[in-house]
């Protein structure tokens, strides 16, 4: 089997699972982390955050710009089908032939803490978006009220990192973002 067939059947497994998972209940958040199912119940303050963050996009880039919320993207790794809460793609992103967004071409992951997830956040999927080579993965954690961001990927991890707290200004002006996302209004939860 090539690494092609691989994937192929890797994506197929993941269609399979996907869709069995097509009546979750409406308000969570579902994802496939490692071949596992998790789903988990979107509060309040997450959904106030991811706003902001879309808001911040669209206000930098203009109402036309390729961001997702909750929309499956394939990653590397086995049975990664994730919903990130946000994901900047290039302008010039276009769909794959399953009509799916392609990793390769995401900018921007930023992931709202869910108290159910947060190692999947910290652990798995850092791992997989640092793989893919995302090039600004922010996790935004509402119980502690601070902000990571993780920068130039390579061989797999992230060499750059920053931690903030609520309140003050993550700065992605020397990334491909461009923009600085004030957290002042961020909820904790």
Not at 16 to 23: A, C, D, G, I, N
Request: a negative charge; aromatic letters at 10%.
């Amino acid at each position: 089997m090539t690494v092609v067939d691989d994937r192929i059947e890797m994506a197929d497994s993941l269609d399979l699972l996907f869709e069995q998972l097509e009546s979750a209940p409406e308000g969570y958040h579902v994802e496939i982390v490692g071949g596992t199912i998790h789903m988990s119940p979107q509060r309040d303050a997450h959904w106030q955050i991811i706003r902001r963050i879309v808001r911040a996009l669209e206000d930098a880039f203009g109402m036309d710009v390729k961001v997702t919320s909750d929309v499956r993207i394939d990653f590397p790794g086995h049975l990664n089908g994730f919903a990130p809460d946000v994901a900047k793609l290039r302008a010039e992103a276009v769909k794959d032939a399953r009509g799916r967004w392609r990793y390769q071409d995401v900018e921007l992951i930023a992931e709202v803490i869910s108290e159910g997830t947060a190692a999947n956040d910290y652990g798995p999927k850092k791992a997989a978006y640092a793989a893919a080579e995302v090039p600004v993965y922010l996790i935004a954690d509402p119980y502690t009220g601070v902000c990571h961001v993780f920068t130039y990927p390579k061989d797999g991890e992230y060499h750059g990192t920053v931690t903030l707290d609520f309140g003050y200004p993550v700065d992605l002006t020397g990334t491909v973002i461009g923009l600085t996302l004030e957290t002042g209004d961020f909820p904790r939860d």
